[in-house]
């Protein structure tokens, strides 16, 4: 059974910095693309950034291109968000899933992240 668990978030001011992570487990990962996506209070769930496989590739939603850096290592069944010039509009629940651009799994806890101007 694949279980993810995102951590990292937490409470940043407009302009600020935040890494979070995502450790997959129940499954060999390596072979996938995984994204991160994010849910804001009161709307949908969306899609922010995706990683290939191989890491050669990625894709970012228009709003955080050129902020936000997805990466990833195999070996540790991680991938990565580095998200600077963080703005008050990415408060949101931060989540990954298994899937280049669309989630494939069960969706875990996710980590919260606040960002106040």
């Known amino acids: 059974q694949v279980q993810l668990v995102e951590s990292g978030g937490g409470l940043v001011q407009a302009g600020g910095s935040l890494r979070l992570s995502c450790v997959a487990s129940?499954?060999?990962?390596?072979?996938?693309?995984m994204g991160w996506f994010r849910q804001a209070p009161g709307k949908e769930r969306e899609f922010v950034a995706a990683?290939?496989?191989?890491?050669?590739?990625?894709y970012y939603v228009d709003s955080v291109k050129g902020r936000f850096t997805i990466s990833r290592d195999n070996a540790k069944n991680t991938v990565y968000l580095q998200m600077n010039s963080l703005k008050p509009e990415d408060t949101a629940v931060y989540y990954c899933?298994?899937?280049?651009?669309?989630?494939?799994?069960?969706w875990g806890q996710g980590t919260q992240v606040t960002v106040s101007s």
């Open positions: 899933n298994v899937g280049y651009t669309i989630p494939t799994v069960a």
């Open positions: 990683i290939s496989w191989s890491g050669g590739s990625t």
């Open positions: 129940g499954g060999t990962f390596s072979s996938y693309g």
